[in-house]
């Protein structure tokens, strides 16, 4: 499916975003964990957190819609031996979390995914699982896996690289290994399996960037989960960068390993307010309110990047936007996404007008320029890099043509709706 963009006027309304796609993932895999029922609130509908539902199924949980915003999960007859492959999908989280959590089953199973997703390194997650004891046969660190699920011994794993992924699918082996499982990472990723561990009961302790579990049995409690900061990324984008714009986004999770693009739209004298602060299930959430702003350019780099790695191609389309120079370091895990999100922004934002280097780990926008448009755009099978071409077309002089849009289903399939309802 193809998408035409054309020029807005302005962007205005009070939206509410999807559901934190992170904390849906976990929401349902920590469910299965629990032996018991667990009633989800307001879980995200995408098809990433569709594949790990589908795969928690096969493995023995039942589920029961009670509306289309509550869920429950009843683990009682899980975990048990799948009798079918195991699909992923696109799912780089569903895949990495769930090779730690069968790995220490006592039965075996085989995880497949997509061509995107087959193309992914799992090397970063099957070193440590070996580790600890863990029987995996792949192919070149790559999918499909066979995993021959035994019990684990904990291991102290020191990460060359800040990764939510590698921490969680550690930590969640840990679960059901014997002894103290811990990690330790340059950086402290997004924090939503401890926080998650620790609301539901897991014996967890969290000392900076290094985080211990021991063996442990998570209790079944109910879960509401916050708003996606990632998704509402586009619409804080958006009204940053439209003349005459101002919306209000309700119940967004503004978790502190999760927020860095606040920081970054503060830096670059971005007019945003953070209002009605709360705790939800554990998660700090808010209202967020922005209007159109004259930004600035800024550095980007070090410890904030595993805070917002999944927003910097958007960042770099309000980067576009800003007078001065905007620098992106330290993001080299970029290449390794659904697409290599270096090169990609690069590339299509360069056909739109933009001035953009690329180099080893990041990128160096050149601002403000005014995009002109008229041309094609491609996707390249990621989600992020269609939505973020959507919110440049809304400021070029001329339509754009974004192909296979429909990849934006994967995360956000009420994307469309949602950015139509606000435009005029």
């Keep these: 499916m193809n998408k035409l963009v054309k020029k807005a006027k302005y ?6 975003i999807p559901a934190d796609k992170s904390i849906t993932h976990r929401a349902f895999m920590f469910s299965a964990l629990t032996k018991g029922k667990v009633k989800i609130s307001n879980f995200s509908k995408g098809k990433d957190c569709l594949s790990t539902l589908k795969i928690i199924e096969q493995l023995g949980c039942e589920k029961k819609y009670i509306n289309e915003k509550e869920i429950i999960i009843d ?25 730690g959590i069968l790995s220490g089953q006592n039965f ?11 193309k992914r390194p799992m090397k ?32 102290e794993y020191n990460s060359p690289l800040s990764s939510a992924q590698v921490k969680s699918c550690i930590l969640l082996a840990g679960l059901n290994a014997n002894g103290v499982t811990t990690f330790t990472e340059p950086y402290k990723s997004r924090n939503h399996t401890e926080l998650m561990f620790e609301y539901m009961g897991a014996d967890i302790k ?14 079944p409690v109910d879960i509401s989960v916050c708003g996606d900061i990632s998704s509402a990324a586009f619409f804080m984008v958006a009204a940053l960068i439209v003349p005459n714009s101002e919306i209000l986004i309700k119940n967004v999770g503004i978790n502190e390993t999760r927020a860095g693009i606040i920081d970054v739209i503060k830096s670059m004298n971005g007019e945003i307010e953070i209002i009605n602060e709360r705790l939800v299930s554990n998660e700090k959430t808010a209202d967020i ?23 910097i191609p958007i960042i770099a389309v309000m980067a576009t936007q800003a007078e001065g120079k905007t620098v992106i370091k330290d993001a080299q895990d970029l290449r390794n996404k659904e697409a290599d999100r270096i090169s990609t922004v690069k590339k299509e934002l360069t056909k739109l007008g933009a001035h953009i280097e690329e180099t080893p780990d990041g990128l160096i926008i050149y601002g403000k320029t005014e995009l002109k448009g008229g041309c094609e755009i491609e996707c390249c099978h ?5 939505m973020s071409a959507y919110i440049a077309g809304l400021i070029c002089k001329e339509d754009i043509l974004i192909k296979e849009f429909e990849w934006v289903d994967i995360s956000f399939p009420e994307f469309s709706n949602l950015i139509t309802s606000i435009t005029y």
């Design 11 to 16: 962007i205005k309304g009070e939206i509410e």
């Design 75 to 99: 683990a009682a007859n899980a975990l048990k031996e799948p009798n079918t492959l195991l699909d992923c999908g696109n799912s780089g989280t569903t895949t990495r979390l769930m090779a």
């Design 108 to 118: 075996n199973s085989k995880l497949i995914g997509d061509i995107s997703l087959s």
């Design 124 to 155: 970063r997650v099957i070193e440590p699982l070996s580790m600890m004891g863990a029987e995996i046969i792949h192919n070149d660190f790559k999918l499909p896996i066979e995993i021959k699920g035994k019990k684990l011994n904990a291991i």
């Design 206 to 219: 969290t000392q900076g960037n290094r985080v211990s579990v021991k063996e442990s049995q998570l209790m």
């Design 289 to 311: 309110k922005l209007r159109y702003s004259k930004l600035k350019g800024c550095t980007i780099q070090g410890e904030i990047i595993p805070k917002l790695i999944d927003e």
């Design 382 to 386: 990621d989600h992020r890099i269609a």
